[in-house]
C-alpha cells in the first residue's frame, strides 16, 4: 500500500491571540510543523503543541521562519547566510528542547513562509537553512519543495547529508513554474475542503498539480501541507485523510512512509 505523510503548520497562537484550531486538525495528521516564537508561537503554545503532538503519535517538527512576529515570517528580509544560520539554530534548538520535556523526538525541519519560498529561489539561503539544520543534528529530516522547482533546495540538502523530504500543497495555488503563488495574488490559497482534497488525491496517487495556468507539473510528493491558519484547516486535513484512505493510500508520519 502507498504511504504519504500529512503535514499542518501548528503553534501558530501568541500570548492572548489564538489563530489555527490545531486540537481539532491534530487528530486527522501525521505530522506536526510546530513554530518556534519568531513569525508565530510563544513558549507556553510551544509547549503545549509539543505536548499535544506527542499525545496523539503525531511527528514533530520545527517550522523556523525570519524574526518577523507582526508579518508572521510571510515578508522578505535582508539577513546575511551566517544571521540567517543563527537564527534557525535558535529557533530548532528551542523547540528540540521542549521536544525533549514531553519525552519525543524533533524529527525534521521545515523552512517557513519568505524563508521557505526564498530557500527555493536562493541557493545561499537555502544552504544557511540546510547548515543549521545539519549542524543542530544530522538526523533531522529537511522538508523541501517537491518538483523541479525545488531543485536548489533538495540538492542542497542531500549535498550536507540530510535526508530530505519532497513537499507538496494542495491547499495553494501554484505558478507554471512551480512554485506557490503569491498570497497577494486572488485565488492563491485554496479554501474548499472538496477541492482542495482533489488535488491532495492526484498529488499523492499520479504525482501531478494543475497550475494556475492549466497546465501540468509532475512532482515526487512524499508529504502533503495543510496551512493550520485558514478557517477550513481542520475540514480540508479531514477530506484529505478519508480521500486518500479511500482511494487506499496509507498515511504515515513522516520518515515512516518511504
Known amino acids: 500500500m502507498k504511504a504519504i505523510d ?14 489555527g484550531m490545531d486540537h481539532e486538525a491534530i487528530r486527522y495528521i501525521t505530522s506536526a510543523n510546530i513554530a518556534c516564537g519568531w513569525h508565530a508561537g510563544d513558549p507556553l503554545v510551544m509547549n503545549r503543541t509539543v505536548q499535544m503532538a506527542s499525545e496523539n503519535g503525531v511527528g514533530v517538527g520545527a517550522h523556523p521562519g525570519y524574526p518577523d512576529l507582526i508579518g508572521f515570517g510571510r515578508r522578505n528580509m535582508d539577513c546575511t547566510p551566517e544571521e540567517l544560520k543563527h537564527y534557525l539554530v535558535y529557533q530548532i534548538g528551542a523547540l528540540q528542547a521542549f521536544c525533549r520535556v514531553h519525552g519525543t523526538r524533533l524529527r525534521h525541519v521545515k523552512p517557513h ?46 549535498e550536507v547529508g540530510l535526508r530530505v523530504v519532497y513537499e507538496a500543497f494542495p491547499d495553494r495555488a501554484y505558478t507554471p513554474e512551480g512554485t506557490l503563488a503569491s498570497r497577494r495574488t486572488p485565488d492563491a490559497v485554496i479554501k474548499d475542503p472538496v477541492i482542495v482534497a482533489e488535488r491532495a488525491l492526484r498529488m499523492a496517487a499520479e504525482g501531478k498539480i494543475v497550475a494556475t495556468d492549466g497546465s501540468i507539473i509532475e512532482i515526487e510528493a512524499q508529504t502533503l501541507c495543510v496551512h493550520g491558519d485558514t478557517p477550513a484547516a481542520v475540514a480540508s486535513v479531514r477530506n484529505i485523510r478519508e480521500t486518500l484512505e479511500g482511494a487506499g493510500i496509507r498515511l504515515a508520519p513522516m520518515g515512516e512512509n518511504v
Open 6 to 19: 500529512l503535514n499542518c503548520d501548528m503553534g501558530e497562537s501568541f500570548g492572548a491571540y489564538n489563530l
Open 113 to 158: 513562509g519568505a524563508l521557505y519560498l526564498t530557500a527555493v529561489e536562493k541557493e545561499a539561503v537555502a544552504r544557511a537553512v540546510a547548515e543549521a539544520i545539519v549542524s543542530v543534528d544530522s538526523n533531522l529530516m529537511f522538508v523541501a519543495l517537491a518538483g523541479a522547482k525545488g531543485e536548489i533546495m533538495r540538492g542542497i540538502g542531500r
